[in-house]
């Protein structure tokens, strides 16, 4: 297992565009996260499933995105009818479940796509 | 709005230890203290955890008084490559919804 991955990790689209992000995270964690991150800033919490289940969505989220974890492995990002305000790095991390066993471990992070809408 | 308080930016030298202080003055009882490390254009880096007292693993070392209001992270002798942000965080045990700040950046000097 190589760690939480991403793919692409570069994207450029037009405004407008529809755009979907995928990651794969650490086969053994039950948790996976989404986050947003803009120059100079922490990242953002966006979206969390545990297996296939969407548990949260932050509030500040536009119905424009949405997520999924089919069979509970590997997630998608979209965006719909992408805005200028989208470019953001997106990044997706996964943890395991067990009573604080992660403690040790925090999240894995993938390295995150870069989005760019123009 | 970021539950802890840390400097914007560090400097020091190669070979020096360095320590980043977190303020976290609302602290909840089943609140851990983690840190991570983030490099330009990757994801972050989890380095230490911990709850109370202190905790040493390989990489750094987590300072935390009795109060739990702050927290040191330690790193001995620093490299060019521990040039990065750093971001302390505290951390519910539900664990999903973390809160981050801007985060510390350290910049090492040769």
């Known amino acids: 297992d190589t760690g939480v991955s991403q793919d692409p990790r570069h994207k450029i689209t037009k405004r407008g565009q529809n755009v979907t992000f995928r990651c794969d995270p650490i086969s053994e964690h039950n948790r996976l996260y989404w986050y947003r991150q803009t120059l100079g800033q922490g990242p953002e919490f966006l979206t969390y499933f545990q297996n296939e289940a969407q548990l949260e969505k932050s509030r500040l989220l536009s119905d424009r995105f949405s997520a999924e974890r089919p069979k509970g492995s590997f997630s998608t990002l979209e965006i719909q009818r992408t805005e200028q305000g989208d470019s953001a790095m997106y990044l997706c991390?996964?943890?395991?479940?067990?009573?604080?066993?992660?403690?040790?471990?925090?999240?894995?992070f993938g390295s995150g796509t870069r989005l760019t809408v123009v | 709005l970021a539950k802890t308080t840390q400097p914007i930016s560090m400097d020091s030298y190669e070979g020096q230890e360095v320590n980043i202080t977190c303020s976290h003055n609302n602290i909840a009882t089943n609140d851990y203290i983690t840190w991570y490390q983030q490099f330009p254009s990757q994801g972050p880096r989890f380095i230490i955890q911990?709850?109370?007292?202190?905790v040493t693993n390989e990489v750094a070392s987590l300072f935390i008084p009795a109060d739990r209001k702050s927290s040191t992270l330690s790193l001995p002798r620093v490299s060019l490559s521990d040039t990065a942000v750093y971001y302390c965080?505290?951390?519910?045990?539900?664990?999903?919804?973390?809160?981050w700040g801007a985060g510390t950046k350290l910049i090492i000097k040769p």
């Open positions: 965080l505290v951390d519910p045990d539900s664990n999903y919804q973390l809160i």
């Open positions: 991390a996964s943890s395991p479940l067990v009573n604080r066993e992660w403690v040790n471990y925090g999240y894995t």
């Open positions: 911990g709850y109370k007292t202190k």
